[in-house]
């Protein structure tokens, strides 16, 4: 990334015409599959450079051009159609001109199927301290060499295009989702001023997919006006963003439910960050088609493997002597062959003890949503969340009061 | 007898010593074989580092016998107790030969724990003590089907005395008889090979009346313990392998723990070894190092075969620290080298693992200055795909009579590459 000054620009006109007279047919398309009568989900195949996606669908994320001791063939194997990486880690290190040199981070991972990136204003905001938001863009000191750095709109989607990712996401102003008042409200002005500074400074349009992001943090009103605006602009896709930041789960799917409500049924929606299954489950009943969390392979790391009854702890001495799979109607390649008690004893030796619980894990995330999808298709998605919902709590008191509302919105009552 | 089935067939023996040959008849059913000149898989616990079966079987020709320690297995007494079905069937390794070694060849144990009945060995719940009874009731559950009987080989630090060595080969040969009498009876460990362990630290005629001895007792083989590398130099372990082997038996295997690097490998075979632990690309991938040396033989290295160093597929820059085995060796390359961040060839030109045929070393590099997993699991492939196929030419070598080719090309690069 280039230093202070090199990279500001004037914001473009944000002139709608000229935006549209501008557009570019989208190297995507969204075919929908089937709607389930019911509730708004539904099964789409969302057509990218590298091959057809079919939603909904869990992207897992690969921060650093690789998944957690995963091999692309591996991952590939698992029926990974479109994996993450992260343009604020790829653009440190190795940096946006060695990928491009690598033929992209395709090329440079090896990895032949879709790939998104997000912008990198959430990872800096997030993981750098003293970093500083204004007009031009994010502010931040370079933990690596001290320098400071701006990542302004046009340097993200510069970094972004050098990465060759299918998807790129557009660099928005991010508030936490607890935080209210006026900064809300900027915060939401300027994301909406950053879109179109980011669509002018695609330079890859017709290869690389930008995505809109919905800001406004929990204010209805904000949220809003967010999408009118957000929605006359002729992007291929949008994400719902500023939520899953520890936010009340009543206002979390309040406010998704509110954005699908707005979004155009004929673009993909992609809800960021969201990732455990009761969740994905509820918000696919409320309209989204595509989602990305870190959660389940960073857990896989200390031994929690994701089970329709939850989660199971591998690393626990209750598993010693256990010589069950993790789960028994699992078909990953990790519960075919080993037992909840040898991958334990592994976990004191060796690594590849991670890597058992990541494939399984990447394997239970994509397994859900492809049974989810069935279930639209086959028009019985009601009953799939009823039977997903008793399996994962031990009884009705348990069931989240959150979910329970969020499914009755969408006029599932679950018994 | 309870030797199993295993047989050593030799197609040659040359007359320095070095044997050519394959290892027949291994496995309880006697299914699975071995080439010799050989090395055994690596694996802690079961698993070769960092690798899923899937990974793993990313690489062709792997050796058909898997090399587990008491070292990783010790602590898992009692689970495998209630388990009941062995280590291989536990760990979910189907089509292997499982052979159990005393210590993880790779980990050195601490020493001065051992007494006249024990040894330790170092989990990670730390020590666990073994008496020879101990010992043989973890082989009868782990039911490997070859095992290296229990043995005293604290004789490799310096000024080790006389008495000391002479003390572990007593102590060896006891433990030795005390396991072939458990052995023998059980039922567990029936068509199990067990090796005996030649001690005898630095002292030749301890080493040849600790190999008299054990060759006199019903072994299917041999091991040979405290020559390991970075303890004494390559003249004196090779004098002393032969003093070994000139009291050993023509006609069952002879494994050296401990000793890894190519250079070694090629004088130890030449001394007469069959077998090696296979646990040096292990090495070398920890410290973030690709395998790169030569051993191709088709042109003789002095006769001039048209490729000009600057064309050679990769740049050794490792410095020559014989004796520690945790530095790096002038036979790989340190990929954490800034050098390698924008080097978009295959770790090794012309190399089919899985690594090369899919990955630049830039790549390798990043995921190394990232601390990636990935890393570790590329590395492994490409390492042991590359020493393996360094015992396949030299097992050709043999054939060929192209040995001293062999060993101008591997070891002419450690002399033109310091
Ligand atoms: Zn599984
Ligand atoms: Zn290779």
């Known amino acids: ?415 | 007898m309870a030797v199993g089935w295993m047989k050593l067939e030799f197609s040659r023996v040359l007359q320095g010593g070095s044997r050519l040959g394959v290892l027949k008849g291994l496995g309880r059913t006697g299914q699975h074989s071995l080439e010799v000149p050989g090395c055994l898989l690596y694996s802690r616990c079961g698993t070769v580092p960092h690798l899923t079966q899937d990974t793993l079987h990313n690489l062709d020709k792997l050796p058909s016998v898997t090399q587990v320690s008491l070292d990783h297995l010790a602590e898992h007494q009692e689970v495998l107790e209630e388990f009941k079905e062995g280590f291989k069937k536990f760990s979910g390794l189907h089509d292997t030969v499982l052979f159990c070694t005393l210590n993880d060849p790779a980990t050195p144990s601490p020493t001065g724990y051992t007494t006249n009945k024990t040894v330790s060995v170092w989990g990670s719940g730390g020590r666990i003590e073994l008496t020879a009874a101990k010992f043989m009731a973890l082989q009868k559950l782990l039911q490997p089907d070859c095992y290296v009987s229990m043995a005293d080989g604290e004789t490799w630090q310096d000024n080790t005395s006389r008495k000391r060595v002479r003390k572990s080969v007593e102590r060896t040969l006891a433990h030795l008889d005390e396991c072939l009498l458990v052995h023998q009876a059980s039922q567990e460990l029936e068509g199990a090979a067990l090796f005996g362990v030649v001690e005898g630290g630095d002292v030749p005629e301890e080493r040849s009346r600790s190999a008299r001895e054990t060759a006199k007792r019903p072994v299917a083989g041999f091991c040979l313990d405290g020559l390991q590398s970075g303890r004494l130099n390559g003249a004196l372990r090779s004098q002393l392998i032969a003093a070994v082997i000139k009291e050993l038996p023509e006609d069952k295997p002879r494994l050296l723990q401990g000793v890894g690097r190519p250079d070694e490998v090629l004088a130890c075979v030449e001394a007469g070894v069959d077998l090696f632990e296979g646990f040096f690309p292990f090495l070398v991938t920890e410290r973030g190092c690709a395998l790169c040396f030569r051993f191709d033989t088709a042109i003789d290295p002095e006769s001039g075969d048209g490729t000009p160093p600057s064309e050679s597929t990769a740049e050794p820059n490792g410095d020559h620290h014989p004796d520690d085995p945790t530095r790096m060796t002038s036979f790989e390359m340190d990929l954490k080298d800034k050098r390698y961040r924008d080097d978009f060839r295959p770790l090794v030109e012309g190399c089919g693992c899985y690594c090369c045929q899919n990955h630049k070393r830039a790549y390798v590099h990043h995921l190394l200055a990232t601390n990636e997993l990935l890393a570790g699991v590329l590395l492994t492939l490409h390492n042991t795909a590359h020493y393996l196929a360094f015992f396949a030419a030299l097992r050709e070598a043999l054939a060929a009579d192209k040995v001293d080719f062999l060993k101008r090309r591997v070891l002419g690069q450690t002399e033109t590459s310091t």
């Open chain 1, 1 to 415: 990334m280039a230093a202070t000054s090199a990279c500001v620009e004037t914001p473009p006109s944000t002139d709608m015409s000229f935006k549209k007279a501008l557009a570019v047919a989208s190297p995507l398309t969204l075919h929908i599959v089937a709607e389930c009568p019911v509730t708004k989900a539904r099964a789409c195949d969302l057509k990218l450079p590298h091959c057809v996606v079919s939603t909904p669908v869990f992207m897992p994320v690969g921060t650093q051009g690789t998944m957690k001791g995963i091999t692309a063939d591996q991952l590939d194997a698992l029926g990974c159609q479109i994996c993450l990486g992260n343009t604020y880690h790829l653009g440190m290190r190795p940096g946006p001109d060695l990928i491009e040199k690598a033929n992209g981070l395709h090329g440079f991972m090896n990895w032949k199927n879709n790939l998104l990136t997000d912008s990198g204003g959430f990872q800096m905001v997030s993981l750098v301290e003293l970093s500083e938001v204004t007009e031009e863009g994010v502010t931040f000191k370079s933990p690596y060499d001290g320098k400071t750095i701006l990542l302004s709109p046009e340097k993200s989607i510069a970094i972004q295009n050098s990465l060759g990712s299918d998807i790129m996401m557009q660099l928005d102003d991010v508030v936490s989702s607890t935080v209210t008042g006026p900064r809300v409200e900027e915060a939401m002005q300027r994301s909406i001023r950053w879109l179109d500074r980011c669509i002018a400074a695609n330079s890859n349009p017709h290869k690389q997919n930008l995505f809109a992001i919905i800001q406004g943090g929990l204010n209805a009103g904000l949220r809003k006006t967010c999408l009118d605006e957000m929605t006359k602009r002729d992007v291929p896709g949008f994400a719902i963003g500023g939520l899953s930041g520890g936010e009340e789960k009543d206002d979390f799917w309040r406010m998704v439910t509110l954005s699908t409500d707005h979004l155009p049924r004929e673009k993909p929606r992609y809800l960021m960050g969201v990732g455990y299954a009761v969740d994905l489950v509820v918000c696919v009943a409320l309209g989204c088609d595509m989602f990305d969390c870190v959660f389940p392979t960073r857990t896989a790391r200390f031994g929690s493997a994701l089970v329709p009854w939850g989660s199971l702890q591998v690393k626990h001495k209750q598993y010693a002597k256990d010589f069950k799979p993790i789960d028994p109607d699992c078909r990953c390649p990790t519960c075919k062959r080993h037992s909840r008690a040898y991958l334990h004893a592994l976990f004191k030796s060796d690594t590849a003890a991670m890597h058992h619980i990541t494939i399984h894990n990447i394997a239970y995330q994509l397994n859900l949503m492809r049974s989810v999808r069935q279930s639209i298709v086959q028009g019985r998605f009601p009953d799939f969340i009823r039977a997903f919902m008793r399996r994962m709590f031990p009884s009705r008191e348990q069931y989240p009061s959150w979910a329970v509302d969020a499914l009755a919105s969408v006029n599932i009552t679950l018994e």
